[in-house]
């Protein structure tokens, strides 16, 4: 009789069901509270194209962009820039031509940089380049490095990396 009554109580015990989230079925969440309790449709679950895994990781993938700064500090003072290209030396190419074709005979690369944002100040008798996670950072930046008065920024842009995936 006793190996019964334990054998009954093993497999009672094994047998127990366990509701979590509120007991709700799959694809549903607990909804309410203070006593009073629903259970409320996940939303996209189960929809075609949804096939997220919940709690899955996800894969992204970003791809590097590059952007450049040429100026003729000396003659013209006339900028060269370009942005969001695949290398440093597209960037730095398309700069020098873009400053060239202004009409310098001058033009000096002063930055290259990826996945940032890069700001120009002039001041009266001297230029500051500086680069930053943003664009006001970047212009915060070269303002404070251009440490004159007349200090403008006089371009400003950004490269930042772009999600593919």
């Known amino acids: 009789m006793k190996s019964k009554f334990t054998l009954a109580l093993l497999v009672t015990t094994f047998c127990i069901q366990a509701y979590a989230?509120?007991?709700?079925?799959?694809?549903t969440v607990p909804q309410g509270g203070q006593g009073t309790t629903g259970c409320m449709p996940i939303s996209g679950y189960g929809q075609p194209g949804n096939r997220a895994i919940?709690?899955?990781?996800?894969?992204?993938?970003?791809?590097?962009r590059?952007?450049?700064v040429a100026l003729d500090a000396?003659?013209?003072?006339?900028i060269g820039a370009s942005h969001d290209k695949a290398s440093r030396a597209e960037a730095e190419q398309i700069a020098m031509k873009n400053c060239l074709d202004l009409g310098s005979k001058k033009c000096e690369l002063v930055s290259a940089y990826s996945n940032r944002c890069?700001?120009?100040?002039?001041?009266?008798?001297?230029?500051?380049v500086a680069t930053n996670l943003t664009k006001p950072e970047a212009e915060k930046t070269v303002l404070g490095l251009c440490e004159d008065a007349s200090c403008k920024v006089v371009y400003s842009q950004c490269s930042?990396?772009?999600r593919i995936q």
């Open 74 to 78: 000396q003659e013209t003072h006339n």
């Open 54 to 64: 919940p709690g899955a990781p996800l894969n992204v993938t970003f791809i590097e």
């Open 21 to 27: 989230e509120g007991g709700c079925p799959p694809g």
């Open 160 to 162: 930042l990396a772009k």
């Open 66 to 68: 590059w952007g450049a």
């Open 118 to 128: 890069v700001a120009v100040a002039k001041a009266d008798t001297h230029y500051s």
